[in-house]
Every structure is written in structure tokens, then in C-alpha cells.
T-cell receptor, first 113, second 116 residues
Framework: GDSVTQMEGPVTLSEEAFLTINCTYTATGYPSLFWYVQYPGEGLQLLLKATKADDKGSNKGFEATYRKETTSFHLEKGSVQVSDSAVYFCALLSNFGNEKLTFGTGTRLTIIP | ETGVTQSPTHLIKTRGQQVTLRCSSQSGHNTVSWYQQALGQGPQFIFQYYREEENGRGNFPPRFSGLQFPNYSSELNVNALELDDSALYLC????????FGTGELFFGEVSWLTLL
């Protein structure tokens, strides 16, 4: 079955540091890949997505590239801010007949001023 | 703000009881999905409703049931509650074209269910 493996957290970085959160997946066919983010006290929200191999999703300075050869979708940001502190979830959609997303376990990110 | 609202946001139950959670979808959306998130885990898909019909179900027993109303709001019902049902419950709405999923979900606030 489908699965998503995320980098174990929590991750603590200083402001302006470079961020990488690793995500690898197992899926049948050609899934779409997503990063969702949950800020403190808020619901999950879509951060970025990629629908086919070599696509790069980007939003709010975050980027992730769909790598089919390594089955990965790592999240990166060049210079993190305190406001980026949140829990980040990698997810995939492989059955396009519905919205059954398969999520990773989440990575808690804390940015220190 | 996503326009998706859930209620109640916190509730405490005991084993064997029943619970109903409600979700109003974002205006213009025709699909509601329900997820369960246990402590330290990612959300797990329970089921989805598209235009009032169940359209996909995860690995949850039949005591998890739901429905969707003509205004596309939805309910999640859980009967015969068990201790393992203690979790966050997430509702998400989306706009599907002829039941084709996009993965672009709009989540509301969560419902915290605690079993004593």
C-alpha cells in the first residue's frame, strides 16, 4: 500500500538558517505529492504541491521537487523565519477517484530568534 | 480562514457511547473528507462524501459512519466508542469535478475527542 516516510523531528533551527525536511514515499502509479503545514492553533493548510516527476512546487519561499527516481519530495527553504515554526506534513494522492491523502507522521519545526 | 467549520471542538466521552461531529464546508465546495489523527501520527483517511454519496473509505470499521447533506455539510458518527478512538478528527472540504480528486483540501479547526 501507499506510505510516506518523513524525517523524524523535532527540528530546531536558528532564524535565517537553511531548512531541509526529508520525505520519501511508496505508491502505485504516479501519485501527486503535497506538503501541508499546521501553524500553532490552526488547521492544516496546503503549502505546495507537485503532480508529476521533476515538477517543483513552491510557496512562501518553500520549495520541493518531485523526484521519481529517488521517490522523494524534500521540503527546503533558504532562510527560515520564526513565523515558519509549525508542524509540516508530507502527503501523497494516488487514487484520483477521491481525496484519500496518505500523510507522513509530521515534523515539528521550531525556529529560534 | 478556510470557511470550514467543525463542531464541537472538544468533547469527552466514555467507552460505549456515541458521538456526532459536524462540519460545514467552504462555500462552493461539493466534497467533504474526514480524517482521524492519533497522537504523534499523521492524519488517516476515514471516508469522503461527494454530492451526498460516500466516495471512498479508509481502513475504519462500520461503526464509523457519516452522511452529507444537500448543502454539502457533513456529519461523522462513531458508535460504541473505544479507547483507541481518542484522537483529533479533521474535516476538509474541496471542489471535485465528477469525483476526480485533486488533493487540495481545505481543513477547518479540529475536534478533540477524549475517551475516559
Amino acid at each position: 500500500g501507499d506510505s510516506v516516510t518523513q524525517m523524524e523531528g523535532p527540528v530546531t533551527l536558528s532564524e535565517e538558517a537553511f531548512l531541509t525536511i526529508n520525505c520519501t514515499y511508496t505508491a502505485t502509479g504516479y501519485p501527486s505529492l503535497f506538503w501541508y503545514v499546521q501553524y500553532p492553533g490552526e488547521g492544516l493548510q496546503l503549502l505546495l504541491k507537485a503532480t508529476k516527476a521533476d515538477d517543483k512546487g513552491s510557496n512562501k519561499g518553500f520549495e520541493a521537487t518531485y523526484r521519481k527516481e529517488t521517490t522523494s519530495f524534500h521540503l527546503e527553504k533558504g532562510s527560515v523565519q520564526v513565523s515558519d515554526s509549525a508542524v509540516y506534513f508530507c502527503a501523497l494522492l494516488s487514487n484520483f477517484g477521491n481525496e484519500k491523502l496518505t500523510f507522513g507522521t509530521g515534523t515539528r519545526l521550531t525556529i529560534i530568534p | 480562514e478556510t470557511g470550514v467549520t467543525q463542531s464541537p471542538t472538544h468533547l469527552i466521552k466514555t467507552r460505549g457511547q456515541q458521538v456526532t461531529l459536524r462540519c460545514s464546508s467552504q462555500s462552493g465546495h461539493n466534497t467533504v473528507s474526514w480524517y482521524q489523527q492519533a497522537l504523534g501520527q499523521g492524519p488517516q483517511f476515514i471516508f469522503q462524501y461527494y454530492r451526498e454519496e460516500e466516495n471512498g473509505r479508509g481502513n475504519f470499521p462500520p461503526r464509523f459512519s457519516g452522511l452529507q447533506f444537500p448543502n454539502y455539510s457533513s456529519e461523522l458518527n462513531v458508535n460504541a466508542l473505544e479507547l483507541d478512538d481518542s484522537a483529533l478528527y479533521l474535516c476538509a472540504s474541496s471542489l471535485e469535478q465528477r469525483g476526480f480528486g485533486t488533493g487540495e483540501l481545505f481543513f477547518g479547526e479540529v475536534s478533540w475527542l477524549t475517551l475516559l
